[in-house]
T-cell receptor, first 114, second 111 residues
């Protein structure tokens, strides 16, 4: 247990569906992250939030929409996804959004887009 | 943004030392080097972090030469449970927050 939980753990959705991924951290951290992990590719940073403000958006398509209502919760809203969006989506948190801050990862949501 | 390069895979036997080298030729002055371990169906887990020279903790050592263009993670006396993917991360925060994870090295430990 890392103190970061993600739900659901598995999700199958059609290209016209709308779904949301949820992440919650119980560590009192101020920064939260979304990553995408595809087979045989490096971890890709998608979004970074620091104190509920988005500080980084790595050219992610608009069909992915993050939301950070408070420093403990992070959502990733999904709509009109493509099959190539199928991947493991990982949430992480750290004390601050600093380059030397250790990130604590959740177990991930395995997303399959049909 | 410092791009990292790691070997794709390494095989070892129980009790041996495993050394994984990560290349980061254009590492910036402010960049730290962090290594993570990932088991199947789990998120990555922090192992060790360093800026220069040598860092050691209870699970690993990290060697960083003076030019900082590479780093080597050393796992002493590995066991079967050390079979995992190991990622090298170089992170910079100046005005933009950038991360560069390597593709990961799959370490397989055999009995």
């Amino acid at each position: 247990e890392t103190g970061v939980t993600q739900t659901p753990r598995h999700l199958v959705m059609g290209m016209t569906n709308k779904k949301s991924l949820k992440c919650e951290q119980h560590l009192g951290h101020n920064a939260m992250y979304w990553y995408k992990q595809s087979a045989k590719k490096p971890l890709e940073l998608m979004f970074v939030y620091s104190l509920e403000e988005r500080v980084e958006n790595n050219s992610v398509p608009s069909r992915f929409s993050p939301e950070c209502p408070n420093s403990s919760h992070l959502f990733l809203h999904l709509h009109t996804l493509q099959p190539e969006d199928s991947a493991l989506y990982l949430c992480a948190s750290s004390q601050e959004a600093g380059y030397q801050d250790t990130q604590y990862f959740g177990p991930g949501t395995r997303l399959t887009v049909l | 943004l410092a791009k990292t390069t790691q070997p794709i895979s390494m095989d070892s036997y129980e009790g041996q030392e495993v050394n994984i080298t990560c290349s980061h030729n254009n590492i910036a002055t402010n960049d730290y080097i962090t290594w993570y371990q990932q088991f199947p169906s789990q998120g990555p887990r922090f192992i060790i972090q360093g800026y220069k020279t040598k860092v050691t903790n209870e699970v690993a050592s990290l060697f960083i030469p003076a030019d900082r263009k590479s780093s080597t993670l050393s796992l002493p006396r590995v066991s079967l449970s050390d079979t995992a993917v190991y990622y090298c991360l170089v992170a910079t925060v100046v005005n933009d927050y950038k991360l560069s994870f390597g593709a990961g090295t799959t370490v397989t430990v055999r009995a």
